[in-house]
T-cell receptor, first 115, second 116 residues
């Protein structure tokens, strides 16, 4: 069965510092991978996605993620965080081409920004 | 823009009541999903539907049922609400294209349900 692990429950970084949020998945084939962000009181917004091709994908708000098949990982990075990046971040995985497939989410990582 | 609309932002219901949560999407998406979100547990899939009148159980279907009579509408039903169903409920929809397969899911704003 597919699963997603986000090992860090809560991370605090200083404003302007770099960020890396970890995500590991379990799935037999290459899945579709997503990162979402949820600001307080808001719904989920897609940051970026990976289907195939270049393993380094660029997203909105200056985020990027790298797919590493050998490590079953899809870590999210940002070179310099801003106070507005404080939010909860979710990694998600879905099988590829089945039209009846579900998306499975990790437990989330809450990001706090130190002034 | 894709719009997924959940009928209520906040609901307070009594134990034992039958509760309906409604979700409507306006982009003709085939797939629709209901998740519940609890602190530290992330989003857990309750049910999903890949076509009208078609549904599949997710990871935590106990105590819930769903209805999809029209493509744009997906309802979550709590047959007899209990306090442990107090949670944030999120609806999502997604399309499936010939070229790319599945796309990302688009989410509604959520319904915060409190059962007292």
């Amino acid at each position: 069965a597919q699963s997603v692990t986000q090992p860090d429950i809560h991370i605090t970084v200083s404003e302007g510092a770099s960020l890396e949020l970890r995500c590991n998945y379990s799935y037999g084939a290459t899945p579709y991978l997503f990162w979402y962000v949820q600001s307080p009181g808001q719904g989920l917004q897609l940051l970026l996605k990976y289907f195939s091709g270049d393993t380094l994908v660029q997203g909105i708000k200056g985020f990027e993620a790298e797919f590493k098949r050998s490590q079953s990982s899809f870590n999210l990075r940002k070179p310099s965080v801003h106070w507005s990046d404080a939010a909860e971040y979710f990694c998600a995985v879905a099988p590829g081409y089945s039209s009846a497939s579900k998306i499975i989410f990790g437990s989330g990582t809450r990001l706090s920004i130190r002034p | 823009d894709v719009k997924v609309t959940q009928s209520s932002r906040y609901l307070v219901k009594r134990t034992g009541e039958k509760v309906f949560l409604e979700c409507v999407q306006d982009m003709d998406h085939e797939n629709m999903f209901w998740y519940r979100q609890d602190p530290g547990l992330g989003l857990r899939l309750i049910y999903f539907s890949y076509d009208v009148k078609m549904k599949e159980k997710g990871d935590i279907p106990e105590g819930y049922s769903v209805s999809r009579e029209k493509k744009e509408r997906f309802s979550l039903i709590l047959e007899s609400a209990s306090t442990n169903q107090t949670s944030m409920y999120l609806c999502a929809s997604r399309t499936h294209t010939k070229d790319q397969g599945n796309t990302e899911a688009f989410f509604g704003q959520g319904t915060r349900l409190t059962v007292v």
